[in-house]
């Protein structure tokens, strides 16, 4: 997991990512509408372009995060490194991003969101519908 990126606004998103689970609209937001999910482009320390899927907000504690998935030119994500950020509001209510600094929050959003992936991987081998 990455967490080499500078803060980064939402700049199209209306909603959390997280309100897509119990959403019924049928937005460019939602994931659950249609087969593609939410993206977003981060803008790299070297000025480059990466477009990454969300893939959760998750909280610890008192703080949220979100989990993202760079994709490469097709859409696609070949290495299985996902970036980890805080994520917060504006006072006009945009989503924020910001890099995770300290070394144990870091550590501590990367054991929850491994806990959310594991809990996923059971909840599939289960049957039970992905979310």
């Known amino acids: ?3 080499e990126n500078k803060n980064q606004p939402l700049a199209s998103a209306a909603c959390s990512p997280a309100d897509c ?3 019924t609209s049928n ?3 939602n994931p659950n509408m249609g087969n593609s999910p939410s993206t977003i482009s981060l803008t790299m320390e070297d000025d480059t372009e990466v477009d990454c899927a969300i893939l959760t907000v998750f909280p610890v504690d008192k703080t949220e995060y ?3 998935l760079p994709l ?6 070949t290495d ?5 950020y805080s994520f917060t509001r504006t006072e006009a209510g945009d989503p924020l991003l910001a890099n995770i600094e ?3 929050e870091y550590q501590a959003a990367a054991q929850a969101f491994e806990r ?3 809990n996923a991987r059971k909840e599939e081998e289960a049957g039970a519908p992905l979310e």
Do not use: P
Request: include cysteine.
């Open 1 to 3: 997991m990455s967490k």
């Open 21 to 23: 689970a119990s959403c």
């Open 27 to 29: 937005c460019s937001s």
């Open 66 to 68: 979100i989990a993202l």
């Open 72 to 77: 490469d030119d097709q859409g696609k994500n």
């Open 80 to 84: 299985g490194e996902v970036f980890l």
């Open 102 to 104: 300290d070394d144990a």
């Open 116 to 118: 959310i992936l594991e």
